[in-house]
């Protein structure tokens, strides 16, 4: 991607960016004025800005490593690791031992309260960026630009930026309805020192759609990629994504539409499955032709604690590096690992690690990246200590959540900071993997999913694009290398819902899809559970999963919004 922009963003630098719970007033005291001129008064400066609505969903703040742009904890708060949290962790994929005193563990067993702090994170990680967003449309206005002797050299470029503004607002609004419901709603039109009005769930859906179906054809076209940046794809797959939850947040089916612009990121020719799905997920993935929208990091440029040098780390434990080149040097001692209902969505044969397979080629479904398992064990620490094998069936019968032994359950080798052509390089202390936001295989999937749902289209179109997923996983058809190659595809009986759901899960777990998808099929709070579902985080020594009260498919608005603005209701049923 372009280089991260070198200039202080002053909006945040002057403090003047505030989160959702205080009046949203961008007007630059008199202290900070100049710092603005300076900024806006070059082509840099505005290309610093635009840069810096793409890095907030990258970094915590300024400043490296230890800048934040929020009072949080700057490593758990920052962006894309707070989506993973929300999304991934109270679902069917993950169990985490430890976080008490952030609420963690209150995500794993879903229930958490207004005060609970992790489903704040996000929330307030999105409208910082919506704030950043609306501010650099202010800012480039041509009448703005003008005054600040910058049209003339930008004006090539300044609507692509528009564009690519409006789109990542519309993200977040996406994001925010999905999660939290009605929220707070504001634009850049809305008047400086207002609070946010909060839209209902509808009308917050209305907004993204108009937004994205406005912007679609003034972005870049998808034939022209800057890595890191989005483009007329990026628009197409959320307006897709947007329009197949469009039932949820309605209560009006959108299936036809969904299929519509899921196709027109199936049919274009710029972008197309990689040879080989792991690709989407190595140091190297920005040369992959499948991932339509990406977030960047760098060991050297970006360091942090968020994208994927979090995914890196949390799930494996210094002795892990024995059996996987993961390219990292550094770990978070196996704090997660993945539920035994995870791991038995794949193969019986294809579950189980071999320490003489560690790019797992020999399983015949090559996305069951999966570490654990009997041979596992044979591991001796310094040639001495026996180390435990990984376990599927992690947690102790009879044992409270937080002293469970999840610590040694399967883990995963899914995220490798390394190169697709597996040469052992130096670790890093940080991730050089970019994050795939969009991938062209979600598209597939989504497409079936529409037309089982009563899009127009024909189950032989469905089947198809199932199966050209799954011919990547088992390296069939088109898809064969000198790797196992094995047939993956199902037939026109096997394909259902509940087998979606699942293929889903085996395609993008772990990618920040899960929990809207449980939501989706129904099935997220009820009439599906998994490990610790519904337990208290403590006490209660049954690790099976019950079903939850409703009011879970949301989480709740922070309190301290609701206290603070008067314009906000706290979602049903959270006191």
């Known amino acids: 991607m372009e280089k991260f922009f070198k200039y202080i963003l002053l909006i945040l630098a002057a403090g003047i960016v505030s989160t959702s719970c205080e009046k949203l007033d961008l007007q630059p005291t008199s202290s900070t004025a100049l710092m603005e001129d300076e900024v806006y008064s070059t082509y840099e400066g505005y290309h610093g800005v635009f840069l810096k609505i793409y ?22 708060s920052v962006y894309l690791r707070a989506l993973f949290w929300v999304q991934e962790a109270p679902s069917d994929i993950l169990l985490y031992r430890t976080g008490t005193g952030y609420g963690i ?35 480039t206005e041509k009448g703005v630009m003008e005054k600040y002797g910058v049209w003339e050299v930008a004006k090539n470029e300044v609507d692509y930026w528009r564009a ?56 870049m076209p998808s034939s022209k990629k800057v890595f890191g940046r989005t483009n007329q794809a990026a628009a197409w797959f959320l307006l897709a994504k947007l329009y197949l939850n469009a039932q949820v947040y309605t209560g009006t089916a959108r299936n036809n539409e969904a299929l519509t612009y899921a196709k027109k990121v199936i049919n274009d020719p710029n972008y197309t499955l990689a040879p080989q799905y792991i690709e989407n997920f190595l140091k190297d993935n920005d040369k992959c032709n499948e991932i339509l929208w990406a977030i960047p990091t760098d060991t050297d440029k970006m360091q942090g604690e968020g994208v994927t040098n979090y995914l890196l780390k949390f ?84 044992a409270p959540f937080v002293t469970s032994v999840i610590y040694y359950g399967y883990t995963t080798t899914k995220w490798r900071n390394v190169t697709k052509d597996r040469v052992k390089s130096q670790p890093t202390q940080y ?41 990547r996983a088992y390296n069939s058809g088109p898809y064969q290398n000198q790797h196992n190659v ?8 096997q394909l259902t819902l509940p087998f ?63 206290l603070y603005n008067p314009n906000l209701t706290q979602n049903p049923n959270y006191k």
Not at 65 to 73: K, Q
Not at 524 to 551: A, I, L, M, Q
Request: aromatic share 14%.
């Open 431 to 471: 991730s050089s993997i970019a994050f795939p936001v969009f991938r062209k295989a979600d598209a597939c999937l989504m497409a079936a999913e529409a037309i089982l749902r009563g899009g127009n289209g024909t189950r032989a179109d469905a089947l198809s694009y199932v199966n050209e997923v799954r011919n």
């Open 164 to 219: 690519e503004a409006r789109f990542v607002r519309a993200y977040q609004y996406y994001l925010l309805c999905d999660l939290y419901g009605a929220v707070g709603w504001v634009d850049d039109s809305s008047p400086n020192g207002t609070y946010p009005v909060q839209k209902t769930r509808k009308e917050i859906f209305e907004y993204v759609e108009k937004e994205l179906l406005d912007v679609e054809n003034k972005m």
């Open 500 to 562: 979606l759901l699942d293929e889903r899960a085996r395609e993008l777990w772990m990618e920040n899809w899960r929990r809207s998808d449980l939501v989706r099929f129904g099935v997220f709070t009820k009439g599906y559970n998994w490990s610790w579902k519904g337990r208290p985080t403590s006490g209660d020594t049954n690790h099976e999963g019950r079903d939850v009260d409703d009011k879970f498919n949301l989480y709740p608005i922070p309190q301290n919004d609701v």
């Open 486 to 493: 094995a047939n993956g595809q199902i037939t026109d009986a």
């Open 55 to 76: 890095s907030a969903m990258a970094v915590a703040g300024q400043g490296g490593a230890g800048g934040n742009d929020v009072s949080w904890d700057g490593g758990r």
């Open 105 to 139: 563990q209150s995500t794993v067993s879903l229930d958490w309260t207004t005060g609970t702090e992790f489903p704040q994170y996000f929330y307030y990680r999105a409208y910082i960026i919506i704030a950043l967003c609306n501010e650099f449309l202010r800012k």
């Open 315 to 398: 799930p494996i434990s210094n002795y892990m590096f024995d059996f996987v080149d993961y390219g990292i040097s550094a770990t978070y001692s196996s704090n997660g690992s993945l539920t035994s209902t995870f791991v038995d969505k794949f193969l019986p044969e294809d579950q189980d690690f071999d320490p003489t397979d560690p790019w797992c080629d020999k399983k015949k479904d090559k996305r069951s990246l999966l570490l654990g398992g009997p041979k596992t064990a044979t591991y001796k620490a310094n040639g001495t200590v026996d180390k435990p094998a990984l376990l599927k069936q992690n947690f102790i019968a009879g």
